[in-house]
């Protein structure tokens, strides 16, 4: 049987698996809909409220002048990489974290280790990020805060007429994800989702691979996750905030999924000539908080729960159009060793993370050699990182890919030319949070995909991560 027959029962399998599952939609305001019921497109696309943000492009900024949401652990460290843009390619005006603690603390550290002026800060009550907003003289806003804040912060610096950087997840809600899309189209102003993963060199590597060839003319399956072992710090390190503790006791489904679907569907040319289709989700039972719960102190908000939303380990399985399949994994509970899986299978080769192992037709059985894979490592090296490999491991950040994030949404603005990932990008990685839980809930049916794009992911576009004049 040829690879194009083969190819078409797999994805009349897959639709008849689908067909008899009984494929859920959610509706623009997250309302779930079965397929057998009244409405006859409960998912339909909302009619859009602007014009389209794929490829926006806004006047070139000479210094973009920022403001920063959100100056806990991961905000004021990023904060130290929006500083190191000074003086050629942004400035910090203003700060803002609700505590005043965090707020003095990133100002000292200005002051006496960083490059720009002491920025104006905000802090003290619920809504202090409001009246930094509200500023005239700001181009871009970071948000930096809790997960749950991150879609009505960055709607709200759009509408005043901000560009916006969003720490994952962007959204938490198909409702927030929609507001997003139809803000930005509304307002012309980006909303990118800071998604650090993908700018790892060996994520850069593996898309470098796949556009020159190396996995052949299709890709068939990818598999990753976020597997890292977080209960100790859930309860016991002074610097997480419980809200992350609180978010496995509401929530179900996989709460962080977009550090393994990032690259992998910049690997597939998601909403650049494909799209995920549909989710299927499952989850294990929860023991690990319950068994941490009852190791904290009484005074503790979480002594002794049991009711834990969350299961120790959700397993997803996304189809795209081209009938792919995409294999994710959240487990921040369980004693795995760190790993976001990163597998990549293709018609000619495939790449399997953590350790970083390569097998290419034509090389031998399984895994090529240590010698094998160190020259395909050299040749298919991403050029930002052949470039900028110095000066990103300076500044660091999971070995400098955070300091790249930043820089290339810097050079971006003060180029005029369109960020590296978009609004609609942002939304689909994190459209799998709420998806999966719906589909957990009704006992693990697919659930469709919105499409944000409304329609326009068939429009092949290169990568502005593979424009190598950019860079």
């Not at 942004?90 to 960083?114: F, H, L, M, Y």
């Not at 009550?125 to 749950?148: E, G, M, P």
């Not at 834990?308 to 959240?330: E, K, M, V, Y």
């Not at 790993?339 to 790449?351: I, Q, T, V, Y």
């Amino acid at each position: 049987m040829s690879l194009h027959a083969m190819e078409g029962t797999r994805r009349n399998y897959l639709k008849g698996l689908v067909s008899a599952a009984g494929m859920l939609t959610v509706t623009p305001t997250g309302t779930v809909r079965g397929a057998d019921e009244a409405d006859s497109d409960p998912g339909k696309t909302p009619p859009a409220k602007g014009k389209s943000v794929m490829g926006l492009t806004v006047d070139p900024m000479q210094s973009v002048r920022v403001g920063i949401i959100g100056l806990g652990n991961r905000g004021s460290f990023l904060t130290q990489l929006i500083d190191a843009m000074h003086p050629d390619k942004g400035v910090i005006k203003a700060i803002c974290d609700r505590r005043e603690g965090p707020v003095q603390r990133t100002r000292s550290w200005i002051a006496n280790e960083g490059n720009n002026e002491v920025p104006d800060a905000y802090s003290g009550s619920k809504n202090a990020w409001k009246k930094l907003v509200q500023r005239d003289d700001l181009d871009l806003v970071f948000v930096f805060t809790h997960h749950s804040a991150h879609a009505r912060m960055a709607e709200y610096a759009m509408k005043k007429g901000k560009h916006v950087a969003v720490e994952v997840p962007m959204a938490t809600t198909i409702e927030e994800c929609w507001r997003l899309v139809d803000t930005a189209e509304r307002t012309q102003r980006n909303c990118m989702m800071l998604e650090n993963v993908n700018y790892f060199d060996t994520e850069l590597w593996v898309l470098n691979m796949v556009r020159n060839g190396v996995f052949g003319e299709e890709l068939t399956y990818a598999s990753g996750g976020y597997i890292h072992n977080l209960v100790a710090d859930f309860f016991f390190q002074a610097y997480w905030n419980d809200w992350r503790a609180r978010n496995h006791l509401q929530h179900k489904g996989d709460l962080y999924p977009t550090h393994g679907l990032g690259p992998i569907a910049q690997y597939m040319g998601i909403q650049r000539g494909d799209r995920f289709e549909y989710i299927a989700s499952q989850e294990s039972p929860e023991t690990r908080l319950t068994q941490a719960a009852g190791e904290l102190d009484q005074d503790h908000w979480a002594h002794g729960r049991t009711d834990w939303a969350n299961g120790d380990t959700t397993r997803s399985q996304i189809r795209t159009n081209q009938g792919r399949q995409i294999h994710l994994q959240f487990d921040v509970k369980t004693n795995r060793g760190y790993s976001r899986l990163n597998e990549l299978a293709g018609s000619d080769a495939c790449h399997e993370g953590f350790p970083s192992q390569l097998a290419v037709d034509g090389e031998g059985h399984g895994f090529v050699d240590d010698e094998t894979y160190d020259a395909y490592r050299e040749q298919y090296r991403h050029p930002i990182w052949e470039q900028m490999e110095e000066i990103a491991e300076e500044y660091g950040g999971h070995g400098g890919g955070d300091f790249l994030e930043i820089y290339r949404l810097f050079d971006a603005l003060n180029d005029g030319r369109p960020l590296d990932m978009d609004v609609y990008d942002g939304a689909a990685w994190s459209a799998v949070r709420p998806l999966s839980a719906i589909s957990i809930e009704h006992g693990g049916a697919p659930v469709k995909f919105p499409d944000f794009t409304r329609g326009r992911w068939n429009e092949e576009r290169k990568l502005e991560i593979m424009k190598f004049d950019t860079i």
